[in-house]
C-alpha cells in the first residue's frame, strides 16, 4: 500500500513565525503535490514537484515556497505565517510523469492533513 | 483553466438507499482523467472511482458507479445501498493530462449524511 505522511496532525503557529510542513511518500513516486483545504473552496493547489529540485507553482502559491531535496519528501515552507494561512494542508503523491501529451493514467494518494492555525 | 462545479453543497441518505451526487465540469480539452474522492470524519482522502475521458463505459467499483456524460460534461457518481461509513466528503476533480506533472482541479465538494 502506498503510505504517505505528514509530519504533524496539529500544529499552532504565531504570526510572522517560520513555518516548516514535512511530507513523505515511500512509493518511489516522481511527483508529489501541497494543497490547502477550506470549507467552501474544496482543496486548492498550492505547489507541486515532478522531480527532485524540480517545482512549479499551482493556483495559490502567494505567501508558500517549497522544497525537495529527496524524492521522498516535499516539504512546504511559510516564510511568515499569517493568520490567512489558518487551513488545512494536504499532502499527495503520485506516479509517473505526463510526457509528449500522452496520457499516462495516475492517481493521486494523501497524506492525513495537517491542520495550521496561525495566531 | 478547468472548473469544477459541485451544486449541492450537503445531501442526505437514509442507510440500504441510493443516493447520487453531481458533478460538472468545464474543458476545452478532449482526453482527460476524472475522480470522485471521499474524506471521512477522520480527514484522509481516499479515492472512490476514477474514469477515463476516452472511454465510453461507465466506471463500477462495488456499489460506486459514475454516470459519465462526456457532451454535457457530468460526472456524477451513484452510492448504491448506502451504509453508515459512506458518510464523508465527497470531491469531484478533474485531471489534465497535459503539462509537466498530473494536477488534479477539485470541486468544492459534497457533504454526505448517512442516516439510520
Known amino acids: 500500500d502506498v503510505k504517505v505522511t505528514q509530519s504533524s496532525r496539529y500544529l499552532v503557529k504565531r504570526t510572522g513565525e517560520k513555518v516548516f510542513l514535512e511530507c513523505v511518500q515511500d512509493?518511489?513516486?516522481?511527483?508529489m503535490f501541497w494543497y490547502r483545504q477550506d470549507p467552501g473552496l474544496g482543496l486548492r493547489l498550492i505547489y507541486f514537484s515532478y522531480d527532485v529540485k524540480m517545482k512549479e507553482k499551482g493556483d495559490i502559491p502567494e505567501g508558500y515556497s517549497v522544497s525537495r531535496e529527496k524524492k521522498e519528501r516535499f516539504s512546504l515552507i511559510l516564510e511568515s505565517a499569517s493568520t490567512n494561512q489558518t487551513s488545512m494542508y494536504l499532502c499527495a503523491s503520485s506516479l509517473f510523469r505526463l510526457a509528449g501529451g500522452l496520457g499516462i493514467y495516475n492517481t493521486q494518494y494523501f497524506g492525513p492533513g495537517t491542520r495550521l492555525t496561525v495566531l | 483553466a478547468q472548473t469544477v462545479t459541485q451544486s449541492q453543497p450537503e445531501m442526505s441518505v437514509q442507510e440500504a438507499e441510493t443516493v447520487t451526487l453531481s458533478c460538472t465540469y468545464d474543458?476545452?480539452?478532449?482526453?482527460?482523467?476524472l475522480f470522485w474522492y471521499k474524506q471521512p470524519p477522520s480527514r484522509q482522502m481516499i479515492l472512490v472511482i476514477r474514469?477515463?475521458?476516452?472511454?465510453?463505459q461507465n466506471a463500477t467499483e462495488n456499489r460506486f458507479s459514475v454516470n459519465f456524460q462526456k457532451a454535457a460534461k457530468s460526472f456524477s457518481l451513484k452510492i448504491s445501498d448506502s451504509q453508515l461509513g459512506d458518510t464523508a466528503m465527497y470531491f469531484c476533480?478533474?485531471?489534465?493530462?497535459?503539462?509537466?506533472?498530473?494536477?488534479?482541479?477539485f470541486g468544492t465538494g459534497t457533504r454526505l449524511q448517512v442516516t439510520l
Open positions: 474543458t476545452s480539452e478532449s482526453n482527460y482523467y
Open positions: 512509493m518511489d513516486h516522481e511527483n
Open positions: 474514469q477515463e475521458a476516452y472511454k465510453q
Open positions: 476533480a478533474f485531471m489534465s493530462i497535459t503539462g509537466t506533472a498530473s494536477k488534479l482541479t
